[in-house]
């Protein structure tokens, strides 16, 4: 008896180690192709890196040029998407954990998680519709504007659960001197969150720094640099799709140096955001 | 208070953003309305097959004209013909005329220009392959209707004696989008093929025979996977063959002779069209009876509207078109397109001058 | 200063519910503009529009199957390669892995899911694509090719491609959540199991087994995601409207068909039928990201309970 004991023991014995191995594996194996991903960027992407290449326009093939303007055209849209999808979301995320825990709150809760999962080319149709058709063009004010609903949604949830967060003793301790609601909301607990709302801010920005889809029919693209919102913006994104998917060598290689250039700024923000949310740790 | 500062910096920010954001022109108008200084506009979208030629004009004029930026996006004819009846775009290109009815969609008459002669090549990636194969209407046919599956098909073979052809699958590469270019080329195969005309037909979209080849979008496209994948064949304008060094079949003819795509029998294709070319300067002109004519040519238009309703957007996009006519001519054959032939410039001049601003004629004569 | 308290405890809950509001608002927004302009293909077939096989806009025939099916088989693909990789890295970073190697490797993971779609897209057609065209295509075909799946014409570009690069994309929100379900699970029932004998993995079975509708939550977002994933895809799935057994054949994908033709509708029963598609696309990714979330919710029910 002590031998088939022991046996289902090795067994088991066995199997876990087998799985622990697996396991490990599958870690491993994602890790290391993360690794992969990232030194293939920055391999392909560093030969074509220059001062010319990241200031000026593009040219027709064969004549140099660069993606000075969709670095700016990015990031006049970004900025745009922030101006208006920072002070929503971040209002909507308060009012659902300050005053939505009820079952308006719970439907708004909801609709923003699926609107999160809402494929952004349909936001890019339905801003085309909205606002390139009546401005009868394609316009950077359209892709910021297809980038802030991407925006509202991700930043009221973070915002509501690190608003959460704050203990309710601070809230009490404010109400119990006589602060009207809205300046313990306003004062106390949103300064409170700060950094935890600052972190959800900027992950958000990252994600929207790498979207396309919706600009492909809102913002199009252009070979100039531009100044102004209410025309064709170009975007690192875009661009790079459009090198990507074309036959010309020179356009593959910028599109590299360009994916480099905008997965160093989304990893740079993500490890920032990382290293300042290890404090909760 | 990070936040309170977050706010405020966040409010001038829009508010900074917002004021400078709105450059108050409208599509292609000037700053100041003027007809002397401040920046002209003009945003062009449409036909692959033309973007490198226009890319170069747009580059060149800018260069003569600095503050006339036109800003021309490559979105395949379909979608240049819909950018301009939607008013989303100044002009569209398109290599593939449009029809009566769409143009009737248009607010006001449209004018068709035609701006260069192009050449629809079949470009392959077979490594081994040096010499131009020889291609005939059939075994076009064939290929896209996925009858000859293998390069070393006993039609293929026939049509090529002394080339080595691997035992390998042909993938044949279409176009996704509504393109001018297949436009041309289906109604090359409509003209040639019973059988092409009878299950395909001719159109900017046509309905490819499901699981046939792969699809991509844009000449830009369509080239870019003829280069990543061995064994792929495709339809692509001359210059984007060339750019990347592709051989190019030669293809047969109505006369008989298998021709390959150069200059010269572009030229010879259109020249015995010339008679023939309409009013409104829409035709087709593949499957020429010129003995050395290329078959697969074709005319790429710019489509405008004849009266512009911006008087200064208007008249810089006919100075540019009539620039691009005349000293852009040295331009189009470094990029392997042909020029309009005399007897068509004369005609397309006369369009370009009808053009129309404020009730008045928009170039000075 | 009590009333004054009082107005600007209204105004600042107006305002902040306006603000909440607005999402509602988008969301509605939405499906009323896409329900309007699909109206013309709905009033003309129907529910036929579903099952049609054939995607015609020059004959005005539209059918939409083509590209529902390469949408669900491209997702499923993808959760196949990505749900067992996924639940190994949560398992690792959870019960196994020393709280030193955890942080950096979740860390890590979690970086997976801050690369851009068309990073994806550009790294399946210049990396991906060859390595499927020149290695695993022909080792595939070579030995099992007698099976439908691996039949077809290996070219690097087609459904098996787009489930790979799709799978890395849902790996890290599968990781994720399963990860915090994991963690939910009250350590209690960790020292349960161990106090009777159990092996770490047993335990583990254990654990998971109090966390399955949270897992099952976290598979269906990651579904949810690879439904809508539009850029990565297009770059790698070869546009073509047909329903082929083999994994090696091109496909096509409704955000796919969108991202390439939306641009050029002119026709309005065309542009109809495009945004009817569309508005399946939605609903589909809508319902299935709701049904994740009751999963996911329902869990964090049940560690309150126990």
Same mark, same amino acid.
């Given at each position: 008896?002590?031998?088939?004991?022991?046996?289902?023991?090795?067994?088991?014995?066995?199997?876990?180690?087998?799985?622990?191995?697996?396991?490990? &594996?599958?870690?491993?194996?994602?890790?290391?192709?993360?690794?992969?991903?990232?030194?293939?960027?920055?391999?392909?992407g560093?030969?074509s890196l220059s001062v010319e290449f990241l200031t000026q326009t593009p040219k027709p093939v064969?004549e140099g040029g660069g993606i000075g303007n969709s670095i700016l055209g990015s990031a006049m849209m970004t900025a745009l998407a922030s101006?208006?999808?920072?002070?929503?979301?971040?209002?909507?995320?308060?009012?659902?954990?300050?005053?939505?825990?009820?079952?308006?709150?719970?439907?708004?809760?909801?609709?923003?998680?699926?609107?999160?999962?809402?494929?952004s080319?349909?936001?890019g149709?339905?801003v085309y519709?909205?606002v390139v058709?009546?401005m009868?063009r394609q316009s950077g004010f359209a892709g910021g504007i297809a980038l802030?609903?991407?925006?509202?949604?991700?930043?009221?949830?973070?915002?509501?659960?690190?608003?959460?967060?704050?203990?309710?003793? *601070?809230?009490?301790?404010?109400?119990?001197?006589?602060?009207?609601?809205?300046?313990?909301?306003?004062?106390?607990?949103?300064?409170?969150? @700060?950094?935890?709302?600052?972190?959800?801010?900027?992950?958000?920005?990252?994600?929207i720094t790498g979207e396309t889809a919706p600009l492909l029919f809102t913002a199009l693209n252009s070979r100039f640099y531009n100044y102004y919102y209410d025309q064709p913006m170009s975007s690192l994104t875009v661009q790079i799709y459009n090198y990507a998917t074309g036959?010309f060598?020179v356009e593959h290689a910028m599109a590299w140096a360009a994916t480099l250039i905008l997965v160093?700024l989304i990893?740079?923000?993500?490890?920032?955001?990382?290293?300042?949310?290890?404090?909760?740790? | 208070?990070?936040?309170?500062?977050?706010?405020?910096?966040?409010?001038?920010?829009?508010?900074?953003l917002?004021?400078f954001g709105c450059s108050?022109q409208?599509l292609g108008?000037?700053?100041? /309305?003027?007809?002397?200084?401040?920046t $002209?506009r003009l945003q062009g979208s449409g036909?692959t097959?033309?973007k490198p030629?226009y890319e170069?004009?747009a580059n060149?004029?800018g260069?003569?004209?600095?503050?006339?930026k036109i800003d021309y996006q490559g979105t395949?004819?379909?979608a240049?013909?819909?950018a301009?009846?939607?008013?989303t775009s100044d002009?569209?290109?398109?290599?593939?005329?449009?029809?009566?009815?769409?143009?009737?969609?248009?607010?006001?008459?449209?004018?068709?220009?035609?701006?260069?002669?192009? @050449?629809?090549?079949?470009?392959?990636?077979?490594?081994?392959?040096?010499?131009?194969?020889?291609?005939?209407?059939?075994?076009?046919?064939?290929?896209?209707?996925?009858?000859?599956?293998?390069?070393?098909?006993?039609?293929?073979?026939?049509?090529?004696?002394?080339?080595?052809?691997?035992?390998?699958?042909?993938?044949?590469?279409?176009?996704?989008?509504?393109?001018? %270019?297949?436009?041309?080329?289906?109604?090359?195969?409509?003209?040639?093929?019973?059988?092409?005309?009878?299950?395909?037909?001719?159109?900017?979209?046509?309905?490819?025979?499901?699981?046939?080849?792969?699809?991509?979008k844009g000449?830009d496209?369509?080239?870019?996977?003829?280069?990543?994948?061995?064994?792929?064949? /495709?339809?692509?304008?001359?210059?984007?063959?060339?750019?990347?060094?592709?051989?190019?079949?030669?293809?047969?003819?109505?006369?008989?002779?298998?021709?390959?795509?150069?200059?010269?029998?572009?030229?010879?294709?259109?020249?015995?069209?010339?008679?023939?070319?309409?009013?409104?300067?829409?035709?087709?002109?593949?499957? %020429?009876?010129?003995?050395?004519?290329?078959?697969?040519?074709?005319?790429?238009?710019?489509?405008?509207?004849?009266?512009?309703?911006?008087?200064?957007?208007?008249?810089?996009? &006919?100075?540019?078109?009539?620039?691009?006519?005349?000293?852009?001519?040295?331009?189009?054959?470094?990029?392997?397109?042909?020029?309009?032939?005399?007897?068509?410039?004369?005609?397309?001049?006369?369009?370009?001058?009808?053009?129309?601003?404020?009730?008045?004629?928009?170039?000075?004569? | 200063?009590?009333?004054?308290?009082?107005?600007?405890?209204?105004?600042?809950?107006?305002?902040?519910?306006?603000?909440?509001?607005?999402?509602?608002?988008?969301?509605?927004?939405?499906?009323?503009?896409?329900?309007?302009?699909?109206?013309?293909?709905?009033?003309?077939?129907?529910?036929?529009?579903?099952?049609? %096989?054939?995607?015609?806009?020059?004959?005005?025939?539209?059918? @939409?199957?083509?590209?529902?099916?390469?949408?669900?088989?491209?997702?499923?693909?993808?959760?196949?390669?990505?749900?067992?990789?996924?639940?190994?890295?949560?398992?690792?970073?959870?019960?196994?892995?020393?709280?030193?190697?955890?942080?950096?490797?979740?860390?890590?993971?979690?970086?997976?899911?801050?690369?851009p779609s068309v990073v994806?897209g550009l790294?399946?057609?210049?990396?991906?694509?060859?390595?499927?065209?020149?290695?695993? /295509?022909?080792?595939?075909?070579?030995?099992?090719?007698?099976?439908?799946?691996?039949?077809?014409?290996?070219?690097?570009?087609?459904?098996?491609?787009?489930?790979?690069?799709?799978?890395?994309?849902?790996?890290?929100?599968?990781?994720?959540?399963?990860?915090?379900?994991?963690?939910?699970?009250?350590?209690?029932?960790?020292?349960?199991?161990?106090?009777?004998?159990?092996?770490?993995?047993?335990?583990?079975?254990?654990?998971?087994?109090?966390?399955?509708?949270?897992?099952?939550?976290?598979?269906?977002?990651?579904?949810?995601?690879? $439904?809508?994933?539009?850029m990565?895809?297009? *770059?790698?799935?070869?546009?073509?409207?047909? *329903?082929?057994?083999?994994?090696?054949?091109?496909?096509?994908?409704?955000?796919?068909?969108?991202a390439?033709?939306?641009a050029?509708?002119?026709?309005?029963?065309?542009?109809?039928?495009?945004?009817?598609?569309?508005?399946?696309?939605?609903?589909?990714?809508?319902?299935?990201?709701?049904?994740?979330?009751?999963? $996911?919710?329902?869990?964090?029910?049940? *560690?309150?309970?126990?």
């Open positions: 008896m002590s031998a088939t004991a022991n046996s289902i023991h090795s067994r088991r014995r066995i199997i876990n180690a087998v799985m622990t191995g697996l396991t490990t &594996a599958c870690a491993m194996l994602i890790s290391l192709i993360l690794l992969f991903i990232i030194g293939y960027i920055a391999w392909k560093v030969s064969g101006a208006i999808g920072l002070p929503v979301g971040i209002a909507a995320g308060l009012y659902l954990s300050e005053y939505g825990s009820n079952w308006y709150g719970n439907t708004i809760r909801f609709v923003a998680d699926t609107l999160i999962g809402i494929p080319i349909i936001i149709i339905f519709t909205l058709i009546p009868g802030a609903l991407i925006m509202i949604p991700i930043v009221a949830r973070t915002t509501e659960e690190m608003v959460r967060l704050v203990p309710n003793t *601070m809230r009490e301790g404010a109400l119990a001197l006589g602060a009207p609601q809205w300046r313990v909301s306003w004062n106390i607990v949103l300064p409170a969150a @700060a950094s935890g709302i600052a972190t959800g801010a900027m992950l958000a920005i990252a994600r036959p060598e160093a990893l740079i923000i993500n490890v920032i955001v990382r290293t300042l949310t290890r404090k909760k740790y | 208070m990070i936040l309170k500062n977050l706010y405020i910096t966040l409010f001038i920010t829009a508010a900074v917002f004021s108050g409208k108008e000037t700053n100041d /309305g003027g007809d002397t200084g401040g $002209i036909s097959f033309a030629m170069k004009w060149e004029y260069k003569l004209h600095p503050n006339v395949g004819s379909g240049g013909q819909k301009l009846l939607s008013k002009f569209g290109a398109s290599d593939d005329p449009m029809s009566d009815e769409d143009l009737a969609k248009g607010e006001s008459p449209i004018l068709h220009i035609p701006t260069v002669l192009g @050449a629809v090549v079949l470009t392959y990636n077979l490594k081994d392959v040096k010499e131009p194969l020889r291609l005939t209407p059939e075994t076009i046919a064939d290929i896209y209707l996925g009858k000859i599956k293998k390069w070393n098909d006993p039609k293929l073979k026939a049509d090529n004696p002394n080339t080595a052809l691997p035992d390998a699958d042909i993938l044949p590469i279409y176009r996704a989008d509504s393109s001018g %270019t297949s436009a041309v080329f289906t109604d090359f195969l409509t003209k040639t093929n019973a059988e092409w005309k009878e299950k395909i037909g001719m159109n900017k979209q046509p309905s490819w025979i499901t699981g046939v080849g792969i699809g991509a000449n496209g369509v080239m870019g996977q003829v280069t990543q994948t061995p064994n792929a064949i /495709g339809y692509v304008e001359l210059t984007f063959a060339k750019a990347n060094d592709l051989t190019t079949a030669q293809i047969k003819n109505r006369s008989g002779e298998f021709v390959a795509a150069t200059p010269e029998s572009v030229s010879a294709a259109v020249a015995e069209t010339v008679a023939q070319m309409p009013d409104d300067l829409r035709i087709q002109i593949t499957d %020429t009876a010129a003995k050395n004519g290329y078959p697969i040519a074709s005319y790429t238009y710019i489509l405008v509207y004849k009266d512009q309703t911006n008087t200064a957007a208007g008249k810089a996009l &006919a100075d540019f078109l009539w620039w691009a006519l005349h000293d852009g001519n040295s331009f189009v054959e470094d990029l392997h397109y042909v020029p309009l032939p005399a007897g068509i410039l004369s005609k397309v001049e006369l369009k370009i001058n009808s053009m129309t601003g404020g009730g008045k004629v928009l170039r000075q004569q | 200063m009590a009333k004054t308290g009082a107005l600007g405890d209204k105004i600042f809950k107006v305002l902040l519910m306006i603000a909440a509001t607005s999402i509602l608002l988008i969301v509605a927004a939405i499906f009323a503009m896409m329900l309007r302009s699909s109206l013309p293909t709905i009033k003309q077939f129907g529910v036929a529009f579903l099952f049609g %096989t054939e995607w015609k806009p020059a004959q005005e025939v539209f059918g @939409a199957l083509p590209f529902i099916y390469g949408t669900v088989v491209s997702s499923l693909l993808s959760l196949l390669l990505a749900v067992p990789v996924s639940l190994g890295i949560a398992i690792f970073l959870v019960e196994q892995a020393p709280k030193k190697l955890a942080r950096p490797i979740g860390f890590m993971v979690e970086l997976l899911a801050a690369i994806y790294w399946g057609i210049f990396v991906l694509a060859p390595v499927i065209r020149n290695y695993i /295509g022909p080792v595939l075909q070579g030995n099992l090719g007698f099976l439908p799946i691996f039949g077809g014409r290996v070219t690097g570009i087609g459904m098996l491609t787009a489930a790979i690069i799709l799978a890395l994309m849902i790996t890290p929100i599968i990781t994720a959540v399963v990860r915090d379900v994991l963690e939910a699970v009250p350590t209690t029932q960790r020292e349960a199991a161990f106090a009777l004998g159990a092996t770490k993995w047993e335990t583990t079975i254990i654990v998971l087994g109090n966390a399955a509708s949270g897992i099952a939550g976290a598979v269906v977002l990651g579904l949810g995601r690879a $439904i809508g994933e539009t990565a895809v297009t *770059m790698v799935i070869g546009n073509s409207p047909q *329903m082929s057994p083999s994994l090696f054949e091109p496909a096509n994908t409704i955000a796919s068909l969108l390439a033709n939306f050029e509708a002119t026709d309005k029963i065309y542009l109809s039928a495009l945004i009817e598609i569309g508005l399946v696309l939605f609903l589909v990714t809508f319902i299935v990201n709701a049904f994740a979330k009751l999963l $996911i919710m329902s869990v964090s029910r049940r *560690m309150q309970r126990a």
